[in-house]
C-alpha cells in the first residue's frame, strides 16, 4: 500500500468509495432510511473537490486502486475517513490516520476532533480519542447518531 497527496482527478472516485463503503460497512449500525440520508450517491464534487485541497487529504493506493482516503484541515478536525470495504482490517485507516496527525503535529496543532460514526467510534477509541458528546445528526428528516470525539497531545 502506498499513500500520496490527494490529486483533482481523485474527487469522483473517493466519492464512489465514500459512497460505497458508507452502503456496506456502516450498513451494520445504520438503517438502510439511514444510510440512503448519508449516502446519497449524489454529491457536489466541485465542492468536494475545494475541500480536499483546502484540507490535509491523503489518498491510499493498494495494487493501482484507491482504497482509502482521508482529510483534516488546519486546525486538526478530521473530516473525512473512508477505507474500501474489501480493505477493511488492513491497516489502511490507521496509516492514513497516522499520516495526517503526523503533519498536523508538525503544524503545531496539539488536539484533533471528528464526528465518528457509531461503525467508526471503536476505531478511534483504539487511537486514543474520547467521546466528547453524542449528536443526532438531521439529513433529509432522518436522524443519524454520530459521536464528537477529541484526541489531546
Known amino acids: 500500500?502506498?499513500?500520496?497527496s490527494?490529486?483533482?482527478?481523485d474527487c469522483p472516485l473517493l466519492a464512489q468509495l465514500f459512497y460505497?463503503?458508507?452502503h456496506t460497512v456502516n450498513a451494520r449500525d445504520y438503517s438502510p432510511a439511514q444510510l440512503?440520508?448519508?449516502?446519497?450517491?449524489?454529491?457536489?464534487?466541485?465542492?468536494?473537490?475545494?475541500?480536499?485541497?483546502?484540507h490535509h487529504t491523503l489518498v491510499a493506493i493498494d495494487a493501482g486502486q484507491i482504497v482509502g482516503f482521508g482529510d483534516m484541515d488546519q486546525d486538526g478536525f478530521l473530516d473525512r475517513l473512508y477505507v474500501h470495504h474489501v480493505f477493511q482490517r488492513r491497516g489502511v485507516a490507521?496509516?492514513?490516520?497516522?499520516?495526517?496527525?503526523?503533519?498536523a503535529k508538525a503544524r503545531g496543532v496539539t488536539r484533533f476532533t471528528t464526528h465518528a460514526s457509531i461503525t467508526a467510534r471503536p476505531f478511534f477509541e483504539r487511537f486514543g480519542y474520547m467521546?466528547?458528546?453524542?449528536?443526532?445528526?438531521?439529513r433529509a428528516?432522518?436522524?443519524l447518531t454520530?459521536?464528537?470525539?477529541?484526541?489531546?497531545?
Open 141 to 143: 428528516g432522518i436522524s
Open 6 to 9: 490527494y490529486r483533482a482527478a
Open 36 to 54: 440512503a440520508a448519508w449516502a446519497t450517491g449524489s454529491v457536489d464534487l466541485a465542492a468536494w473537490n475545494r475541500s480536499f485541497l483546502q
Open 1 to 4: 500500500m502506498n499513500i500520496r
Open 20 to 22: 460505497d463503503t458508507v
Open 94 to 103: 490507521r496509516a492514513i490516520l497516522q499520516q495526517l496527525e503526523e503533519q
Open 146 to 153: 454520530n459521536y464528537t470525539m477529541e484526541k489531546r497531545i
Open 131 to 138: 467521546v466528547l458528546q453524542r449528536n443526532q445528526v438531521v
